[in-house]
C-alpha cells in the first residue's frame, strides 16, 4: 500500500504517549482524538513530508529504529495502524 497524510491532525505529546487531534475550525465538527505510542508516532513522522511512502519503506524506518525482527510483522503492524487511520481521515491509502 502506499500512505500519504491529509496533514488535518495535530500531534501531541501526552503522558509518553502521542495524541493524534484532528483540526476543525468548529470545535463540534471534531470527530476523533486517536493515542498511539512510540512505534505509532514513527510511522506518522514517516509521513511528515507530506509525500507518499510505502509500506515497505515505512517498515523498514520502523525495523531501525525499534531493533525489529519480522518485516512481515512490522508491515502487517503498519497497514493496521495506518489503515486505522485511514479510517478516521487522518491518511489517504492507494494500491501500489
Known sequence: MIYKSNNNYILEDVMGDTAIIAVEQDI??????????????AMIDC????QEH???????KIMEEFDAESLDQVKLDVDTFL???????YVTRRSE
Open 47 to 50: 509521513l511528515a513530508d507530506g
Open 28 to 41: 463540534a465538527k471534531m470527530k476523533s482524538m486517536v493515542a498511539t505510542n512510540s512505534s505509532g508516532r
Open 83 to 89: 489503515g486505522q487511520l485511514v479510517e478516521y481521515g
Open 54 to 60: 510505502a509500506t515497505t519503506d515505512i517498515a523498514s
